[in-house]
T-cell receptor, first 112, second 119 residues
Framework: AQSVTQPDIHITVSEGASLELRCNYSYGATPYLFWYVQSPGQGLQLLLKYFSGDTLVQGIKGFEAEFKRSQSSFNLRKPSVHWSDAAEYFCAEKAAGNKLTFGGGTRVLVKP | GAVVSQHPSWVICKSGTSVKIECRSLDFQATTMFWYRQFPKQSLMLMATSNEGSKATYEQGVEKDKFLINHASLTLSTLTVTSAHPEDSSFYIC???????????????FGQGTRLTVV
């Protein structure tokens, strides 16, 4: 069965420091992968997506992610976090029928 | 990008009553929409796939008679929580695949979510 794993339940990072969120997927030779961000009580906003092509994907808000097939990973990074980046982050993979399988999420806390 | 609007954003209802949540695709047609449920500090769990003009497809363990889904048009899907009980209190989110920058059906757009509290 398809699964998406986010090993880190929560991460605390200082403002201005770099951030990396891990994601591993288990389905498909050509996965469709997404990273979403969710602020409390809100819906999900797409940060970036990968379908094919360049394995380093640029997204909004200064985020990027790198697809590594050999490691079945799609880790999200940001060089310098801002206090407004504190939120919940979800990695997801598209399966048949456009269904999305979500990872468990990683809560990011930003210290001043 | 495409926009999905969900209404209401929050609702409080009495135990035993029914609540309807609407999900609209504002600038694109969605033959398929998805309903998710999210418990506090947890991930999203797919409840059902809403298909325009046909019956919804429910995930295992989701009660069809409790969560009624209607997808009567290409831009509207509704989720009705029937005979609601406190354990139905949750955050419900809908989504639809639409045209993103990569072309048709390449991106899932999400509604703002509905916080349901059953008292």
């Amino acid at each position: 069965a398809q699964s998406v794993t986010q090993p880190d339940i929560h991460i605390t990072v200082s403002e201005g420091a770099s951030l990396e969120l891990r994601c591993n997927y288990s389905y498909g030779a050509t996965p469709y992968l997404f990273w979403y961000v969710q602020s409390p009580g809100q819906g999900l906003q797409l940060l970036l997506k990968y379908f094919s092509g360049d394995t380093l994907v640029q997204g909004i808000k200064g985020f990027e992610a790198e697809f590594k097939r050999s490691q079945s990973s799609f880790n999200l990074r940001k060089p310098s976090v801002h206090w407004s980046d504190a939120a919940e982050y979800f990695c997801a993979e598209k399966a048949a029928g456009n269904k999305l399988t979500f990872g468990g999420g990683t809560r990011v806390l930003v210290k001043p | 990008g495409a926009v999905v609007s969900q209404h209401p954003s929050w609702v409080i209802c009495k135990s035993g009553t029914s609540v309807k949540i609407e999900c609209r695709s504002l600038d694109f047609q969605a033959t398929t929409m998805f309903w998710y449920r999210q418990f506090p500090k947890q991930s999203l769990m797919l409840m059902a796939t809403s298909n325009e003009g046909s019956k919804a497809t429910y995930e295992q363990g989701v009660e069809k008679d409790k969560f009624l889904i209607n997808h009567a048009s290409l831009t509207l899907s509704t989720l009705t929580v029937t005979s609601a009980h406190p354990e139905d209190s949750s955050f419900y989110i809908c989504s639809a695949f639409g045209q993103g920058k990569g072309g048709m059906n390449t991106e899932a757009f999400f509604g703002q979510g509905t916080r349901l509290t059953v008292v």
